[in-house]
């Protein structure tokens, strides 16, 4: 049905994007600005840029129970809470209204609302480059990427440009240099580290993080004022976010619509154009149901959930998921792990300390296996290493703190002694038998099918586990570190929330579900630009990947759409 009082033709677009997070923030804009009259649906509420920032300038001593969640958060949100604090909850979802399957342990976290995740994510913004592209190729693990980094090299200058990313070049071919603002400053403790490690090391590099934080003034937005509130909403416009910066762009073109509350409950496939001709939904609030056309369609709802719905959307042509004709639609889940590690106390630089708090740490830029070839280790692939340096505070110290009154005052209030904490962000195999599918009876409150997630990390994950502990062990011990703590806390998949994979670019229709362009081989006005086109998880953060692949195929799709040939 349409919405009432309504023709079809006032229920038609050029473009329909489903999710408002990273990647479809930047579908959405690219669309708008190339003249698409373009229909953004979320799930979840509208959020406004800074009008629904509730927590954003609030103390720790204004929440009631601090920064600390209560025993009900953890019972209510079981999943949500590894993750949320009391400052940015309410961009999580509610695990008791959102249930899954875990057929193994698997932390789906999920943020439900206009610009999703984007007001969430960490911001780390690194390219990746050849080694990565060629991984599959070369060691014959999965399929071959259909694009390398020269095909993407523009696009992500052009994402860079437009984001504002701080950080510094390093001249690494396994880490491309990029367009920066001005980086971010070690403080002296990890330059201590960082110097150590290329002492004793050549080939290893570590520099301060490449982030979506702003270090000037850009776009109009930031610059960064150094609070590390970023998860709960920024006033200041000092990080990209799709509601700071990509939604109001593709608003002030006047060809945007935006449609909170909108679950996409199916893509529809029309078998005479062999085209997608539309989606239906569900409004979220009245159960209602509504379906919109339109001659392009992006598919951007985030890993998991875009591939649910692909795989919900049957008609006669594809009765196992919208184009689903290789067969590898739900296939292939990947996470990074980010478990493994080690941490230390070094007792020098007490005479120093730093200004704010910077959101963000250091990273060691992948070293291992660096021509895609086992090396001196016994797993395929890579890590690179992600932490930061700080001095203990009085949180740190409180607990073995004796006495009272002014020397008390005292020994509370002075600094602790240095400390880094360090750990490894590993690649993950793209493994067939890690797959989401759909529950066959169990469903949710809008009577759609439960997701059903079936992950873990494998021989290879466990091995480059076990070599990040030792590597990040020595390199701290050489550094002059005391009391040196390596550690492995066994998160389960989805606790990095860099879920990647299960509808999979390829150059074969057969063995892959899009193309070079982010197009469905089978459905040609049917694109994906979210993590579920991952062919592999690479070790880098994947969020910019995600908009350059955006950008390029927006571009492309417009193009074609120009042409009449889509």
């Given at each position: ?139 014959g693990f999965g399929v071959d990427w259909p694009i390398r980094y020269e095909d993407l090299k523009p696009w992500y200058d052009y ?80 990080y990209f976010s799709s509601n700071s910066s990509t939604i109001p762009a593709a608003l002030a073109t006047g060809n945007l619509v ?303 759409l120009k042409k009449n040939e889509l």
């Amino acid at each position: 049905m349409y919405i009432k009082g309504k023709l079809k033709s006032e229920n038609s677009y050029d473009a329909i994007v489903i999710g408002s997070g990273i990647s479809g923030g930047w579908a959405a804009m690219e669309l708008c600005k190339q003249g698409l009259r373009t229909l953004l649906l979320e799930k979840g509420r509208d959020v406004k840029h800074i009008t629904d920032y509730p927590t954003a300038n609030l103390n720790p001593w204004d929440f009631k129970f601090g920064m600390n969640n209560t025993i009900q958060d953890q019972l209510d949100d079981p999943i949500q809470s590894t993750s949320y604090n009391p400052g940015d909850k309410h961009f999580y979802i509610r695990d008791k209204e959102n249930p899954y399957i875990q057929k193994q342990p698997f932390t789906w976290l999920r943020g439900s609302q206009v610009g999703g995740k984007s007001l969430l994510w960490g911001r780390q913004c690194y390219r990746w480059s050849n080694l990565d592209f060629e991984a599959n190729l070369k060691d014959g693990f999965g399929v071959d990427w259909p694009i390398r980094y020269e095909d993407l090299k523009p696009w992500y200058d052009y994402v860079e440009s437009y984001i504002g990313v701080s950080g510094k070049n390093e001249n690494l071919s396994q880490l491309p240099d990029g367009v920066f603002l001005p980086p971010m400053e070690l403080n002296c403790i990890e330059k201590h580290l960082a110097e150590s490690i290329k002492r004793n090391e050549e080939n290893r590099i570590l520099t301060i993080a490449r982030i979506a934080n702003l270090t000037k003034g850009w776009d109009g937005r930031g610059p960064c004022v150094n609070r590390n509130l970023c998860s709960r909403g920024c006033p200041f416009g000092g990080y990209f976010s799709s509601n700071s910066s990509t939604i109001p762009a593709a608003l002030a073109t006047g060809n945007l619509v935006l449609r909170p509350f909108s679950t996409v409950s199916e893509v529809i496939y029309d078998e005479a154009s062999k085209k997608a001709s539309g989606v239906r939904v569900i409004d979220t609030l009245t159960n209602e149901e509504h379906v919109f056309f339109a001659k392009i369609i992006f598919v951007n709802a985030s890993t998991i959930s875009t591939t649910a719905l692909l795989l919900h959307s049957t008609s006669n042509r594809f009765p196992e998921g919208l184009g689903n004709d290789s067969g590898q639609l739900g296939h292939n889940l990947m996470d990074h792990h980010s478990s493994a590690g080690a941490s230390g106390t070094h007792y020098g630089y007490q005479d120093k300390y730093y200004k704010g708090r910077r959101p963000c740490g250091f990273l060691i830029a992948r070293f291992e296996n660096l021509d895609n070839n086992r090396n001196n280790s016994d797993f395929l692939r890579g890590y690179n290493i992600q932490g930061h340096g700080e001095r203990q505070g009085w949180s740190d110290k409180f607990i073995d703190l004796k006495g009272y009154g002014k020397d008390f005052k005292k020994e509370l209030s002075t600094p602790g002694p240095w400390t880094v904490w360090m750990a490894g962000w590993g690649e993950c195999l793209p493994y067939f038998d890690n797959k989401i599918s759909l529950h066959a009876t169990q469903k949710d409150k809008w009577g759609l099918p439960l997701v059903s997630i079936d992950f873990s990390f494998k021989e290879n994950e466990t091995r480059m586990m076990i070599h990040i502990q030792k590597q990040a062990e020595e390199m701290l011990k050489a550094a002059g570190f005391e009391n040196v703590n390596g550690f492995n806390y066994h998160h389960p998949g989805g606790s990095t929330a860099h879920e990647m994979g299960t509808a999979r670019m390829g150059k074969d229709p057969k063995t892959s579900v899009l193309n070079n362009f982010n197009q469905m081989h089978a459905v040609p006005n049917v694109f994906v630009t979210d993590g579920s086109c991952m062919t592999s998880s690479a070790s880098q953060n994947p969020s910019l990947t995600y908009m350059a692949l955006t950008a390029r195929a927006s571009r492309y799709a417009v193009e074609k759409l120009k042409k009449n040939e889509l």
